[in-house]
């Protein structure tokens, strides 16, 4: 699955009820909401929670962490600030956690992460 693909079938798995958007979990164990990295996960695979776990999710978040930063101007995450290296986890689950984000809003970024991979 092409990273585009990953990022458009999350937004439509949002669009389409099958998983409800959150924020602080990939997926929360009592409600099952899941965050942006979430929905990417599921993308690949409905069971899993993780998008790092498989190729195709961790591509995708690669992805969608680039238009975060290079197009809306989230705050790049680094594991180490000895280094450079953009950390995709806390980039994506930094600008989904933040106070007043929407659905509707990472819907959109999705869609356009999407596009902007095609």
């Known amino acids: ?3 585009a693909q990953v990022l458009r079938r999350a937004s439509e798995a949002y669009r389409n009820g099958d998983i409800q958007w959150g924020q602080g979990w990939f997926r929360h164990p009592e409600t099952e909401c ?4 979430g ?4 993308a690949v695979r409905s069971d899993d929670d993780d998008p790092t776990t498989s190729y195709d999710g961790e591509t995708a978040m690669w992805v969608l962490a ?3 930063v290079d197009e809306l101007g989230a705050p790049r995450a680094t594991t180490d600030p000895d280094d450079d290296v953009m950390d ?3 980039t ?3 600008w989904n ?3 007043g984000r929407t659905p509707d809003e990472v819907i959109a970024a999705l869609e356009a992460a ?5």
């Not at 899941?34 to 990295?37: K, M, S, V």
């Not at 929905?39 to 599921?42: D, E, I, K, N, Y």
């Not at 999407?114 to 095609?118: L, P």
């Open 1 to 3: 699955m092409t990273p």
């Open 34 to 37: 899941r965050c942006a990295g």
């Open 39 to 42: 929905a990417l996960a599921f």
């Open 66 to 68: 680039r238009y975060l």
């Open 88 to 90: 995709v986890i806390e």
């Open 92 to 94: 994506v689950g930094g």
């Open 97 to 99: 956690d933040t106070p």
């Open 114 to 118: 999407s596009e902007r991979a095609s």
